[in-house]
């Protein structure tokens, strides 16, 4: 799924809370309800060097294609619908969490480097992402 520019700080938030929100239901349904691989994630997905992104839901299965997609699209229309029947404190339940997440302190020093990097190579420059006021601002 397209989402959009990347280099808009909005666009990467509303990704990663949608990644976070789409992560943990995409594997119980999709890989243990529905059975369809044994692998199946939810990331996030960049084009390179466009700054471009979105989500993607990974299937590695034996099934046809066309199968998959079928269930991927109807997973999607069910967590629209969970999404828009979401309470504002699950909502903002979610997003404290994803504050929480980014806020974190790294682990160690190839972590922090990691995550200073990962912000050159996308070109977001956003170095001050924990301090950011983004979490102000309405969301």
Request: glycine share 8%.
């Given at each position: ?39 199946v994630s939810c990331t996030q ?6 700054g471009i992104g979105g989500i ?84």
């Amino acid at each position: 799924m397209h989402v959009g520019k990347l280099t808009e700080q909005r666009n990467r938030v509303t990704l990663a809370l949608l990644t976070q929100i789409l992560t943990e239901p995409a594997f119980n349904v999709l890989r243990t309800k529905e059975q369809l691989g044994y692998v199946v994630s939810c990331t996030q997905w960049q084009l390179a060097g466009s700054g471009i992104g979105g989500i993607r839901i990974v299937v590695q299965s034996e099934k046809k294609p066309e199968f998959l997609e079928e269930r991927v699209e109807a997973f999607l229309d069910k967590m629209k619908g969970v999404i828009d029947d979401m309470t504002p404190e699950q909502f903002q339940e979610q997003k404290v969490g994803l504050g929480r997440k980014w806020r974190e302190a790294p682990k160690n020093l190839n972590e922090e480097s990691s995550n200073y990097w990962a912000q050159v190579d996308s070109g977001y420059l956003d170095f001050f992402r924990r301090e950011s006021s983004c979490w102000s601002d309405g969301w």
